[in-house]
């Protein structure tokens, strides 16, 4: 789904620094499972799996093959054909890495998608569905986002099972074939398929990770505890329209403009909750100035009005603070010698976990002040609640990551873009984005032209996975 990653971006540049990454080629990466690793993120990227294209099924299949060869039952791989609401074939693959119960704990869910936003090759300054190394970066469609994540999950089960590993419970890795649009597929894996997906918690390989400054130095770790609803409206106005020669008093065009300009100045009540307030405790920590201290003050009293005015009017933190509602398309008129009939806005809205998609529909309406608006839900929104810190989580990320950057600020916080993580958490699953990519987030192209991922970065992901998992199972990684 579109998404705005950089929550922190600047202000984290003025803070941490640690020990930088060293290698920055794949030649320097030799060992079997990094060889194995780069192969399957090679050919993933191959596969043109965005909407339209037909080729999730195929990247599926491709997965589950190498999981058969790498020692997995049949019994425990399975690939589940979907339909998008296109009605595009897609797929579900699900994993199942059998523990041995002996930590009496439920299992962990591990998820992903295989699905990619399309990128146009002749737009691109390389072919996007060739992985492409050069000057230190992978680049190509999906390098980030997501099947970065579909390939540490992936290669970290088949590293673990070639070194006969055997967790004290069940890992389970649930990759999705619809994220970037619908995600219906995510919703029927934890809900109609529930006896494959059931977790204690999930963690998200599409969320989360490690922001890196342009020196090299790594500077926090973000946990992804919660996600703003991503909803969509239709506003329109009707009119019987006419001549042109002939203008009315009242017009489509005219009065759908005076009722968006109302919605941009509109500004939602102030919101938190306790990821939020965890998130600016920790940011503030390393936020020099009056607005350090203002996040601070409204972590700890969020009914500070002083504070939450001051930290909601800082462009990298507005989002987190209230619901945000934006106009993004417009359609009107059907010739131009004719009054418009109909006039119709698209309008995004973020809206922060625990409001209702309907209570912000009758907001918007209440703030146009026009009775004549029509007000259209798109799709079917779902909002999810936040996710309460997890002590095996937080201590296990602590274990993992302080080992190699020791007092690396670990971060919780809401994302305002949407994930699978939507899904999951609604079904009742607590989620946490911990994608193992540490990237400067000037660098994240998700979406965008040239895509790229760190050489060094897509390594030490491998690495981190293979630890978390262990560390998170009964076998620490130190």
Known sequence: ?????????????????????????????????????????????????????GKVPELANYLADQLRDGGFPESDVRVLPFTTQTGEATSGLVVRYPGNGSSGKGPILLIAHMDIVDALPEDWERD??????????????????????????????LRLKAEGFVPDRDLVIALTGDEET?????????????????????????????????NGKVQ????????????????????????????????????????????????????????????????????????????LRFAEDPTDQEAAKLVSTHGAFAGVTRTTCVATMLRAGHAENALPQSATATVNCRIFPGVEVDEIGQE????????????TVLGDPQASPASAAMAELDEALSAVL?????????????????????????????????????????????????????????????????????????????
């Open 128 to 157: 996007p569905f060739t992985l492409i190394e050069e000057d230190g970066y992978f680049f190509g469609r999906g390098t980030l986002d997501c099947k970065f994540g579909t390939t540490m999950l992936i290669s970290s089960f």
């Open 402 to 478: 302080h080992e190699r950057y020791p007092g690396l600020p670990i971060i919780p916080f809401m994302a305002p873009y949407a994930t699978d993580g939507r899904e999951t958490r609604s079904a009742g699953i607590p989620t946490f984005g911990v994608n193992g990519l540490f990237m400067n987030p000037r660098e994240i192209f998700a979406h965008g032209l040239n895509e790229r991922v760190p050489v060094k970065a897509f390594y030490f992901g491998l690495d981190y996975w293979f630890d978390l998992l262990k560390e998170l199972t009964g076998a620490p990684s130190r």
């Open 182 to 214: 619908s995600m219906s597929t995510t919703r029927e894996l934890v809900t109609t398929h529930r006896d494959l997906t059931d977790a204690v918690f999930a963690l998200n390989a599409d969320a989360g990770g490690g922001t890196v400054a342009p």
């Open 1 to 53: 789904m579109p998404r705005a990653r950089n929550l922190v971006s600047t202000l984290l540049m003025l803070a941490f620094s640690s020990a930088g990454l060293l290698a920055e080629n794949s030649a320097d990466y030799d060992a079997p499972y990094q060889s194995q690793a780069l192969e399957i993120y090679r050919h993933s990227i191959s596969l043109r799996t965005a909407a339209g294209h």
């Open 364 to 375: 918007l309406l209440r703030v146009a002040g026009n009775p004549e608006i029509e007000l």
């Open 220 to 295: 926090a770790f973000r946990v992804q505890a919660a996600e703003k609803t991503y909803a969509t409206f239709e506003l329109t106005i009707r009119n019987p329209g006419g001549h042109s020669s002939a203008p009315r008093a009242d017009n489509a065009i005219y009065e759908l403009a005076q009722a968006l300009g109302k919605i941009a100045e509109h500004r939602f009540p102030v919101q938190s909750n306790p990821v939020t307030q965890r998130y600016f405790r920790a940011v503030a920590r390393i936020t020099p100035g009056e607005m350090g201290e203002a996040m």
